[in-house]
């Protein structure tokens, strides 16, 4: 009998998505799929969804959900990720129907502690509808609810008793964290509103719940992994975490290669490959072109597909602008996030028309495209659970420029110009200028045509596809199932660190 396994997440791409825990859900499930594992999905039934006219199937099914003193009705729609891969839909439109999927430029939706209790609520009652599930993994704050009530809650979801519960953290910086005012919606008794439990320095936290209630706790990197257990990336939750870290795996992740792949993408100007490159130089010309920007294929030019966030080492890149633009280079960036960073950036090309271009969206045709164009890619992080688009830009010969940080870390090889090895180039120190000396650095490998080629011949050649990151969540399922569910193979390796503490 086939393991049954739903995944909970508040996007999956391409139904919808703000960053890469869509494509990561996406991608991770079929490969789940291809492994054998019988899987489902669950998400919100966001406004982006219901208009873009997919064929949605109406499964009967209603829910009704206790929010405190509240009662809210829920119906569970059905599509499809793939052939066999069913994805439920929790359709309630007084909280999903909207533009954005957690809020605006401005900041989050003042309701979002409403809006994800009832979508953790009315999952668990669609997995109660739907039992028997060998493992529900949930993904990210968002989905964090689901093992804590779970587990404090089973005279309420008796069907799925048995199933066990993994929590992936893709961004520990994300938490989920609301004023006391609204632990009514949660329904659950004031002595889980304490530092041993849900209760984060006066607020709750759905994260923290999440973290000490699921039966494993997964993160998207090995190096990330060790690095939440620090007080520099915790973000308040380390000592939590070290309480769980015999339950902890850094399993990093892997990308979908029919989605990003130079030799078939259907968005770019050229298809390529490491043996022909010339259709690359094909895709950096229309870049140009769409950028209006001087079509030299001799200047290195510079891409950037990011969220607008301190997190993403945009500190770092105001800072060191005027320096930048002073230097022979073309720089685009597309992405939007915080509304300071989007004014801020629009203004550039403006005062820079040869040298910047800037698109303030989220573009997954145009993020093809600088993939493709661009001959360096910049993701100076702050900190990175893992990242994906560095594992894009090696497939398409587009060298990343990293911070060596969680999963740039391990992705990411720095460029040794005597041995010829390495796919990248990284930095260490948080600084504008270890930065701006990093790309300094690419820059003049890229003016030795002989060096770039074959930095590009070893970028290239990196596999980081699924296969080996969905057997290792295979291999922990079955753990958690018991011994008679355990495969040959060896399992995740547990990150291991001597200090313990326990904070709230």
Not at 66 to 78: D, F, H, Q, V, Y
Not at 112 to 120: I, P
Not at 224 to 236: D, K, L, M, V
Request: a neutral charge.
């Amino acid at each position: 009998m086939a393991m049954k396994v739903l995944t909970v997440a508040s996007e999956i791409f391409p139904l919808a998505k703000t960053g890469g825990l869509a494509d990561v859900v996406g991608s991770l499930s079929p490969a789940l799929s291809r492994l054998g594992v019988e899987i489902a999905l669950a998400m919100p039934a966001y406004q982006v969804i219901l208009e873009n006219k997919l064929q949605l199937k109406d499964t009967g099914l209603k829910i009704d959900v206790s929010l405190g003193k509240n009662r809210e009705k829920a119906e569970i729609l059905k599509a499809d990720l793939q052939k066999g891969l069913p994805i439920y839909l929790i359709r309630a439109d007084r909280y999903f129907f909207r533009a954005g999927l957690y809020g605006t430029a401005q900041g989050g939706y003042p309701d979002n502690a409403e809006r994800f209790t009832l979508f953790c609520k009315a999952v668990l009652d669609l997995a109660c509808k739907t039992a028997p599930w060998d493992i529900i993994h949930c993904h990210d704050w968002q989905a964090a609810l689901v093992p804590v009530l779970k587990k404090t809650r089973p005279d309420l979801y008796p069907e799925i008793q048995n199933s066990k519960t993994v929590l992936t953290i893709h961004n520990l910086g994300y938490q989920g964290n609301f004023p006391p005012s609204q632990w009514e919606l949660l329904d659950l008794d004031w002595q889980y509103f304490t530092p041993d439990h849900l209760e984060f320095y006066g607020d709750f936290s759905f994260l923290k719940g999440g973290i000490l209630f699921a039966d494993a706790l997964t993160t998207v990197s090995k190096k990330y992994a060790s690095e939440i257990q620090t007080p520099e990336y915790g973000f308040r939750l380390e000592g939590v975490i070290q309480q769980r870290e015999k339950d902890l795996y850094g399993v990093l992740n892997g990308v979908d290669y029919e989605e990003w792949n130079p030799e078939s993408d259907p968005y770019i100007k050229k298809q390529y490959s490491a043996r022909d490159l010339r259709g690359k130089m094909a895709c950096k010309k229309n870049l140009q072109e769409i950028y209006g920007l001087p079509r030299k294929a001799s200047i290195p030019l510079i891409g950037m597909v990011t969220r607008l966030a301190d997190q993403k080492g945009l500190d770092l890149l105001v800072e060191i602008l005027d320096e930048l633009m002073q230097l022979d280079l073309q720089l685009v960036i597309l992405g939007s996030g915080e509304e300071r960073y989007e004014t801020l950036l629009a203004r550039l090309p403006g005062a820079h028309p040869e040298k910047i271009g800037i698109t303030i969206a989220y573009d997954h045709l145009l993020a093809h495209k600088i993939e493709a164009g661009a001959d360096l890619f910049l993701m100076p992080s702050k900190y990175e659970p893992c990242g994906l688009n560095q594992i894009y830009s090696l497939k398409y010969g587009t060298i990343p420029i990293v911070r060596a940080t969680g999963g740039l870390d391990d992705t990411v090889e720095d460029y040794n110009p005597i041995t010829g090895q390495g796919n990248g180039f990284k930095f260490g120190a948080y600084a504008g200028s270890t930065l701006l000396d990093t790309i300094k650095r690419a820059i003049a490998v890229y003016s030795h045509k002989t060096a770039w080629r074959r930095l590009v011949a070893n970028a290239m050649a990196c596999d980081f596809s699924w296969d080996r990151s969905a057997t290792q969540y295979l291999e922990l399922y079955r753990k958690l199932l018991g011994p008679h569910n355990r495969a040959r193979g060896s399992l995740p390796v547990l990150v291991e660190h001597e200090s313990r503490s326990r904070t709230r």
